[in-house]
Nanobody
Framework: QIRLVESGGGSVQAGGSLRLSCRAS????????MGWFRQAPGKVREGVAG???????NAIPSVKDRFTISKDNAKNTLSLQMNNLKPEDTAMYYC????????????????WGQGTQVTVSS
């Protein structure tokens, strides 16, 4: 059974860092395009960063200079290193497994876990 489990969230002050991890099981991670999205209360779901069908990283401008996505196909894990965190980064973060496309984005065709909460205080 496909399962994605996120971890690594927490509460930090602005300027701090966190590293999120996602452990995948029930499928081969290399068969899909992996990424992260987030959702804050009252706000729309927002893709953060992911790998497209060309193996390129798609990241939104607000995080591309601060966050780094990486994966370890052998271990079936995905990570998100988040540096210089800002209060606007506060959200529930989800690991996503999507069918590969020319662009990465979360969709109903994909899978995600329960999420891990990131809270950044000013």
């Amino acid at each position: 059974q496909i399962r994605l489990v996120e971890s690594g969230g927490g509460s930090v002050q602005a300027g701090g860092s966190l590293r999120l991890s996602c452990r995948a099981s029930g499928f081969t991670m290399s068969s899909r395009c992996m990424g992260w999205f987030r959702q804050a209360p009252g706000k729309v779901r927002e893709g953060v960063a992911g790998f497209d069908s060309r193996g390129r990283v798609n990241a939104i401008p607000s995080v591309k200079d601060r966050f780094t996505i990486s994966k370890d196909n052998a271990k079936n894990t995905l990570s998100l290193q988040m540096n210089n965190l800002k209060p606007e980064d506060t959200a529930m973060y989800y690991c996503s497994a999507e069918p590969c496309r020319v662009n990465w984005y979360p969709s109903i065709s994909g899978y995600w876990g329960q999420g891990t909460q990131v809270t950044v205080s000013s």
